[in-house]
């Protein structure tokens, strides 16, 4: 059989399984351009014309397919990439863990029993087991670099305001940025040039970074703890020095609730079902969307002004020496670990807490994977706008970790 990049997608659909995959597409490749040949795996909040965009809960499930797809899927279309179909994820994105209750729940390849992280799942699944060579996200506050860790790929959250959103069902339009993920580091440039409004421009990476020593590192398990230093140590070895501060940004980031932005704008996204479908909703999301009646007006308008000022202190500080962490703090943790509501919400918030800062600084950061150590991974944070430098400071890592 001659090998096409429609024979490739026919090949990657037939591989394509619950629970990371939600529904298998029969649409041919459409485009021919940079991204020919290579197949998507589509997080399944995204329109994909003549299909229905659940957003991984079943009160959307009857809902009127879309008439077009949303920005990004068109993009990659129009590159040539082959969409396999829409890949599982946490209902409404509302979790860092990827436990779904109502398609199950996907899991890495890396760890027997362990889950794939969240929200982001079944698309870094699929990337994972060479279903897909491309995962297509969303992050808002780690849904595309916590999964990109727990399954040892390179995971990209980036300036939000790069890439379109038209298209994607929201989480909170704060924090919501299109993310990516790939097997292969050389695959993030040319996905992300098909999907910014503009290319990235050719940027130095910089010769610094920041290891903060009040934030981030509290609590991290000792083979991350371990597999990080490695980390370090490769990045002084490619030139980089590596700066241990303290500093002031990370105490009032941690005074920041942060959890308000998804809980009141998941509720102004999503109320409707909230209101009339609250008990076909998995429990664990109603309750996190509860938590916005207990949110005043003043209150979540002190929240924005405290963000506001921290963005405006991340680019003075994150411009020119990223933030360099641990993704997240723990190894991917098996799903019957999880069982319980309590152990739950500890794990949510430790695995979204590192990656949350880059969200609320609209920063961009990059996840990379520890390959001595599989689901752990080490991530870079800079400031908005510094996504070219960035990049090539992890392309240079790359082949270091």
């Not at 308008?301 to 506001?308: G, N």
């Not at 999880?338 to 919400?345: S, V």
């Not at 400031?383 to 400071?393: E, H, S, V």
Request: charged share 20%; with cysteine; hydrophobic share 45%.
């Amino acid at each position: 059989m001659t090998d096409t990049p429609q024979t490739r997608l026919d090949a990657a659909r037939a591989r394509a399984k619950a629970p990371d995959f939600t529904r298998v597409f029969d649409d041919p490749v459409s485009g021919d351009g940079p991204l020919s040949g290579l197949s998507v795996a589509v997080k399944d909040l995204f329109d994909v014309k003549g299909q229905v965009t659940p957003a991984g809960t079943r009160v959307r499930a009857e809902d009127a397919p879309a008439t077009e797809d949303a920005t990004a899927v068109a993009r990659l279309r129009a590159a040539g990439a082959g969409l396999i179909g829409h890949a599982n994820m946490t209902e409404l994105a509302y979790s860092g863990l990827g436990l779904n209750p109502h398609y199950g729940t996907p899991l890495t390849p890396l760890r027997e029993g362990c889950i794939a992280g969240g929200s982001t799942s079944g698309g870094a699944s699929a990337v994972a087991r060479g279903v897909a060579d491309i995962a297509l996200g969303t992050d808002t506050g780690g849904s595309a670099r916590i999964p990109a860790a727990f399954c040892g790929l390179y995971g990209v959250k980036p300036t939000a305001s790069s890439i379109s959103r038209a298209g994607a069902v929201p989480l909170s339009h704060s924090l919501d940025s299109v993310g990516v993920m790939t097997r292969d580091i050389g695959l993030l440039r040319p996905v992300l040039n098909v999907l910014r409004d503009t290319p990235l421009p050719a940027a130095p990476m910089p010769r610094a970074v920041v290891v903060p020593q009040n934030f981030g590192l509290d609590d991290v398990e000792p083979e991350v703890m371990a597999a990080f230093e490695t980390g370090l140590t490769a990045l002084a070895a490619a030139g980089v020095a590596v700066r241990r501060l303290s500093l002031d940004i990370f105490e009032r980031y941690r005074a920041l609730p942060v959890w308000q932005f998804s809980a009141v704008e998941s509720r102004a996204h999503h109320g409707a079902h909230y209101d009339s479908a609250r008990d076909r909703l998995d429990p664990r999301v109603a309750s996190r969307m509860a938590r916005a009646d207990g949110v005043s007006a003043i209150d979540f308008a002190r929240t924005l002004a405290a963000r506001d000022a921290l963005i405006a202190e991340a680019e003075r500080l994150f411009s020119d020496t990223p933030v360099v962490l641990p993704t997240v703090a723990l190894l991917p943790p098996g799903l019957a670990a999880l069982e319980d509501d309590a152990a739950y919400d500890r794990t949510n918030l430790l695995a979204l807490r590192n990656t949350s800062f880059g969200n609320l600084i609209d920063g961009c950061s990059v996840s990379l994977p520890l390959t001595d150590t599989p689901g752990a991974g080490l991530m870079l944070t800079a400031a908005r706008g510094r996504d070219a430098a960035l990049l090539t400071l992890a392309e240079t890592l790359a082949g270091r970790l």
